[in-house]
């Protein structure tokens, strides 16, 4: 049985900080400067946790030598990540491995030492040097390249393109790359031993998914993205998402048709010479997927639009 344990809330004062939903990333303000960093802590195994708060979910992988950190959430997190790590073991930090661009899952890697090798997808290293936010990822605008304002640090240090395998024994971790979805370099991170897997955002939870097409993301591919981790990676228990509580592989498979069934609806209006606008107006989630987030107009049109544009 999982459990969930609140270790603790950490003060730090400095760099941006706000709550925000799967894929977006924060906006300023004095309050989010000052609000308190809170830390919360879930126990999925013995050496695998999962720290929420601040961004997407971070794993905390514990293996014999080190440890590896999946995600790094937003400006201002990664000390605290940090801080709460050393709460956790003693054993150094070897590796940080990011799922995907955008700021609430990478900009805690400026904080970390040097030392760190960073890990991603081809796409996201090429993403995150430029740190491009479309109205979804940013809808206040195009922030500050956080890599460039820290002169690099906290870059990846290596990358891959369809499949990696990192550590072995209980130590393994298997990363995947199956397509485009969120963006076009969604890393999956695979803990085989603990029967495990890191998502990211690509299912970010059940909902309607951020579709960065200014990354690469697709409303007509994620279906298939998501049936082909589903089908690929075996003997899973428990997917960590990228915002939202653990799933199962059930759940996966039902959220790839979920996706299939919004890029069909949205195709079946817009051969009948619906706009987007009337799209995003009539559609609402079906009935079977009871439990799904309703999204929000604005979160609703970007979906229908990104389709549009890829229907022509």
Known sequence: MK???VLGTLLTVG????????SQQPAGGAAAQAAPKVVEVEKLRDNLFVLTGG?????VFVGASGVVVVDTKNPGWGQPILDKI?????KPITTIINTHTHGDHVSGNVEFPATVEVVVHENTAANMQEMRASTQTAPNGQPPNIFKANNGRGMPKKTFKDRMTIGAGGDRIDLYYFGRGHTNGDAWIVFPALRAMHAGDIFSGKNIPGLDAVNGGS????????TKAADTVKNIDTIITGHSRTMTVADLREYAQFNRDFANDVRAAKSAGKSADDVAKAWKIPAKYAGYATPTPVRL???VQVVFDELK
């Open 55 to 59: 961004g997407g979910n971070t794993a």
């Open 3 to 5: 459990r969930t344990i």
């Open 86 to 90: 050393k709460e956790l073991t003693p």
């Open 301 to 303: 049109l970007q979906n």
């Open 219 to 226: 409303g007509l591919a994620i279906a298939d993205t998501l």
């Open 15 to 22: 760099a941006l900080s706000v709550a925000v939903t799967a």
